[in-house]
């Protein structure tokens, strides 16, 4: 099983950044997609969720109307499509797939929001 995540780096604030995440080893369609972040110091937090099927999504309400999470369960990835970013944003984003009680993570990209 692997969740390899991508498309992390600097970018200045109100910059865009894509990440995905390629996941390999497990039935990526029965499971539920979401992406977590990870600041200094702070606590893992949940970004966004997306259902099985892609039919359903939820942020955290920080990032309501920034980002945008979506799959492709033929390619077996995940997006988070980010835009407006802040200083704040500057975290390791990692990807989550769960099922039942099956669940996996990334190794995370960095994420960092400067001038």
């Known amino acids: 099983v692997q969740l390899v995540e991508s498309g992390g780096g600097l970018v200045q604030p109100g910059g865009s950044l894509r990440l995905s995440c390629a996941a390999s080893g497990f039935t990526f369609s029965r499971y539920v997609m979401r992406w977590y972040r990870q600041a200094p110091g702070k606590e893992r937090e949940l970004v966004a969720r997306i259902s099985s099927a892609g039919d359903s999504t939820n942020y955290s309400d920080s990032m309501k109307g920034r980002f945008t999470i979506s799959r492709d369960n033929v390619k077996n990835m995940v997006y988070l499509q980010m835009n407006n970013l802040k200083p704040e944003d500057t975290a390791v984003y990692y990807c989550?797939?769960?099922?039942?009680?099956?669940?996996?993570w990334g190794q995370g990209t960095q994420v960092t929001v400067s001038l």
């Open positions: 989550y797939a769960g099922y039942l009680s099956n669940d996996y």
